[in-house]
T-cell receptor, first 106, second 117 residues
């Protein structure tokens, strides 16, 4: 089983601040996905990263895949209350990390 | 992205009864669907992989006879929780892969909140 570890587990910030969420593994992945899940809903796919060193941007969200394809990060610039949610990384056989709960307060 | 519909969104059942949850891919064909269980404020735990036309593959520790999975068509997979007990209460989520997307991308249903009383 390829284990994905996410950090931090919980993040509470004020609107306008920046934040970074990490997803790490000792295994190499052909790709990693990032999802956001809101309470009572299924996860929604945000992005897939495939190439080592790849950087993808989705509005205020920046995703990076490590050169060795073992880790990834999600950076949110100028966070807004609408960014609140559980952020999950997934790879391999859709095994998920434990998730990072992000709370952005106005 | 592709759309996956899960039904029902909420169900309350009595202990000892069975509950069926449906997962449909609405605008694509899914040869593979996944069933997850999620506890409050926790991540998704993969229960089983549902393959169209063949038996599901269950993860270690998941009881096959307890959680029956049927994937009879390319657009529908069902999960039946048999003889449900209060400890089966949880949030169950399905996901499906669109064959046109990258192998590991999947789209999720809205989830089903099961409460066994």
């Amino acid at each position: 089983t390829q284990l994905l570890e996410q950090s931090p587990q919980f993040l509470s910030i004020q609107e306008g601040e920046n934040l970074t969420v990490y997803c790490n593994s000792s295994s190499v992945f052909s790709s990693l996905q990032w999802y956001r899940q809101e309470p009572g809903e299924g996860p929604v796919l945000l992005v897939t990263v495939v190439t080592g060193g790849e950087v993808k941007k989705l509005k205020r969200l920046t995703f990076q895949f490590g050169d060795a394809r073992k880790d990834s990060s999600l950076h949110i610039t100028a966070a807004q209350p609408g960014d609140t949610g559980l952020y999950l990384c997934a790879g391999g056989k859709l095994q998920f990390g434990a998730g990072t709960q992000v709370v952005v307060t106005p | 992205g592709a759309v996956v519909s899960q039904h029902p969104s909420r169900v309350i059942c009595k202990s000892g009864t069975s509950v069926k949850i449906e997962c449909r891919s609405l605008d694509f064909q899914a040869t593979t669907m996944f069933w997850y269980r999620q506890f409050p404020k926790k991540s998704l735990m993969l229960m089983a992989t549902s393959n169209e036309g063949s038996k599901a593959t269950y993860e270690q520790g998941v009881e096959k006879d307890k959680f029956l999975i049927n994937h009879a068509s390319l657009t529908l997979s069902t999960l039946t929780v048999t003889s449900a007990h209060p400890e089966d209460s949880s949030f169950y989520i399905c996901s499906a892969r669109d064959m046109g997307y990258r192998d590991t991308e999947a789209f999720f249903g809205q989830g089903t909140r099961l409460t066994v009383v």
